[in-house]
């Protein structure tokens, strides 16, 4: 999966300005070669009306306009991120219940109200676990682990 910095970055500060509650949005761009190449992302309100700790809501209008959006700028709808308040970006099994097949979901960990860590996934074909994706530029969660680092430093 291919994600600049730069959206990582954009992806964080997201995450950091709604903690203690959960952020949310969707990914654009192209897959291509078994790649995905996401281009754009646009934050949503969360929507979810209780635990919005824990839960995050991405209501039917809004992926209707997220739909809409990717078509207006000639790209697909990649996926979702959303951000796991003081716990691991590994999917939950609340995650795992509730994903789309087809789509790629990165979670931002967000510790004590700063960026820590960012991974996607995708779900398996059996619905009953999520794969890990490997996230280019940062080649590794390392490289993503830093710009959270440079993200707490004030960079």
Known sequence: MSLKKELARKIYRHAEHTFPEESCGYLV???NYGIYNVEKIF???NSQDENRSRRFLITPK???QAE???SENGM???GFYHSHPDHPAV???????HALPHFVYIIASIMSGRAKDMRAWKLAGTREKFIELDMQPGK???E???LAEDRREGA
């Open 29 to 31: 761009g192209d897959y």
């Open 43 to 45: 934050p949503v309100d």
């Open 62 to 64: 809004q992926y209707l």
């Open 68 to 70: 809409r959006i990717a």
């Open 76 to 78: 697909e709808l990649l």
């Open 91 to 97: 999917p939950s099994a609340f995650d795992t219940e």
């Open 140 to 142: 590794t969660e390392g």
């Open 144 to 146: 993503y682990t830093e």
